[in-house]
C-alpha cells in the first residue's frame, strides 16, 4: 500500500509570496491533518479535514488555510509569506477521525524556506 | 493550551542498554497516547501507542507504561541499538466527534552508542 505523497519536497519562497503544498492520503483514508515543524517549536498542529470538511484547527494565522477534496486529497495554502514561515510542513492520512483509535500515518513532508 | 511535556531534550545510551523517554500531560479527556519515531528527512512514523485504561503496552523492544493517576506515561526502549539513533516524540490525541488533534511533546533526541 502506497504511503502518504506530499509534494513538492522541497520549496523556495520569498517573503510576500503565497504558496501551495498538496498531500496524496493513503488509499481508503479519508482525514488529513497538517502540521508545521521546526527546531524552536517542534510539530505544531495547523488544521484537519474530513469528508471535504474542516473539522479542527490549530493556533495558527488565517494566512494558512487548506482544502480537501472529493478524493481526499488536501492541500494547504500560505499566503503572505513569513520568514517565519520556514518549515517542515507534514501531512498524516488516517482512515477516519474520531469513534476510536485514529491512527495517522505520515509524509515525508514539504521543506519550506522563505527567503 | 493543551501540553505535552517531554524529557529529557536529548538522550545517549550504549548498545544493549535501555532508553527512557519521559512524558506528562494537563488534559484529562485524552483519548489516546503514541509514540513516533522519527529519522532526519523522514516523517514521523507510529511506533506504539497506548489507551489510558491500560497500564502497560509491549511490542518487541518497546514497552509504554502509562500512569493515568499521575498524568504521566514513558517509553522503554529495552536492548537499544544504533538503528533506534532517532527523534522520538510523545503525543496525546484528542478525539470528539469527528474532530481529532494531535498534540505532540517537544522530542527527544535519541543516540546509541556501540
Known amino acids: 500500500k502506497a504511503g502518504v505523497t506530499q509534494t513538492p519536497r522541497y520549496l523556495i519562497k520569498t517573503r510576500g509570496q503565497q504558496v501551495t503544498l498538496s498531500c496524496s492520503p493513503i488509499?481508503?483514508?479519508?482525514?488529513v491533518s497538517w502540521y508545521q515543524q521546526t527546531p524552536g517549536q517542534g510539530l505544531q498542529f495547523l488544521f484537519e479535514?474530513?469528508?471535504?470538511?474542516?473539522?479542527n484547527k490549530g493556533n495558527f494565522p488565517g494566512r494558512f488555510s487548506g482544502r480537501q477534496f472529493s478524493n481526499s486529497r488536501s492541500e494547504m495554502n500560505v499566503s503572505t509569506l513569513e520568514l517565519g514561515d520556514s518549515a517542515l510542513y507534514l501531512c498524516?492520512?488516517?482512515?477516519?477521525?474520531?469513534?476510536?483509535?485514529?491512527?495517522?500515518?505520515f509524509g515525508p513532508g514539504t521543506r519550506l524556506t522563505v527567503l | 493550551q493543551q501540553q505535552v511535556k517531554q524529557s529529557p531534550q536529548s538522550l545517549i545510551v550504549q548498545k544493549g542498554g535501555i532508553s527512557i523517554i519521559n512524558c506528562a500531560y494537563e488534559?484529562?479527556?485524552?483519548?489516546?497516547f503514541p509514540w513516533y519515531q522519527q529519522f532526519p528527512g523522514k516523517g514521523p512514523a507510529l511506533l506504539i501507542a497506548?489507551?489510558?485504561?491500560?497500564s502497560e503496552k509491549k511490542e518487541g523492544r518497546f514497552t509504554i507504561s502509562f500512569n493515568k493517576s499521575a498524568k504521566q506515561f514513558s517509553l522503554h526502549i529495552m536492548d537499544s541499538q544504533p538503528g533506534d539513533s532517532a527523534t522520538y516524540f510523545c503525543?496525546?490525541?484528542?478525539?470528539?466527534?469527528?474532530?481529532?488533534?494531535?498534540?505532540f511533546g517537544t522530542g527527544t533526541r535519541l543516540q546509541v552508542t556501540l
Open positions: 479535514y474530513f469528508s471535504e470538511t474542516q473539522r
Open positions: 497506548i489507551r489510558p485504561d491500560v
Open positions: 503525543a496525546a490525541v484528542d478525539i470528539t466527534g469527528t474532530a481529532s488533534k494531535l498534540t
Open positions: 498524516a492520512s488516517s482512515f477516519r477521525p474520531g469513534g476510536g483509535y485514529n491512527e495517522q500515518f
Open positions: 488509499s481508503g483514508h479519508r482525514s
Open positions: 488534559n484529562t479527556a485524552f483519548d489516546y
